[in-house]
């Protein structure tokens, strides 16, 4: 009876040992499979987060091009005696809102499913976190701001200026002679203009100053892609 119950007791560890060790595996398993689905969304970030910077670059690289057609349509003599081809392009690079369009699909997936949460390096995670839910936010609401000033800025544009009838945009119609005198001399579309500009030069203070946190966030995450190698 004693080597029944040493037999039995033996068989009931082997069993209970066997369940501990599949669960052990299982639990390794789940982890590496988490590690890794997190490994390659970091590396889908980071490359998400690269494109975003080449975005923010072409914008600074347009800003000077930019500026120079809001001068030009402040500028009474310049709008007066200028050809109408110089005119429209003023007038259309003037009139348009102007944004980057930032990719947040990488960040939100991994956030909807809490995947963010699983980053064991608090300074990394918090970063990500800071340069989505923050710095991001405060570009996308001043383009936002932007885009609605140029909204009422149309509603002026339709209400006191003659747009030409074979534009296929919001054109003005050049050839009649108080094109030109409405450019100039309707003080409410000038201080829009003049507000416009003003927006813009925001915006580039913001991309110029979010450029360096970028930076420092690729940078970390090709440490953490190299430390992590699939």
Request: aromatic share 8%.
């Amino acid at each position: 009876m004693k080597n029944l119950l040493t037999r039995g007791g033996i068989e009931f560890l082997a069993v209970l040992l066997g369940i501990s060790a599949s669960l052990w595996i299982e639990n390794n398993k789940t982890e590496r499979e988490l590690q890794s689905q997190l490994n390659q969304s970091l590396k889908a970030l980071k490359l998400s987060i690269i494109e975003d910077k080449k975005a923010m670059n072409r914008f600074l690289n347009n800003h000077e091009a930019l500026m120079s057609h809001f001068d030009f349509i402040q500028d009474e003599d310049s709008v007066k005696e200028s050809s109408n081809q110089r005119l429209k392009k003023a007038f259309e690079q003037t009139t348009i809102p102007r944004s980057i369009n930032l990719d947040y699909t990488i960040f939100s997936s991994m956030e909807s499913s809490g995947l963010i949460y699983k980053i064991k390096d608090d300074q990394l995670r918090n970063k990500i976190l800071k340069l989505y839910q923050s710095r991001y936010n405060s570009l996308i609401e001043i383009f936002d701001y932007d885009l609605e000033n140029v909204k009422k800025m149309d509603d002026v544009i339709i209400n006191n200026f003659i747009i030409s009838k074979e534009s296929v945009m919001w054109n003005l119609d050049y050839d009649n002679p108080s094109t030109r005198t409405d450019i100039t001399e309707n003080q409410i579309f000038q201080n829009y203009m003049a507000g416009n500009k003003s927006t813009r030069i925001i915006m580039v203070s913001l991309i110029r100053n979010l450029i360096s946190p970028v930076d420092d966030l690729i940078s970390d995450l090709e440490k953490w892609e190299s430390n992590h190698p699939q």
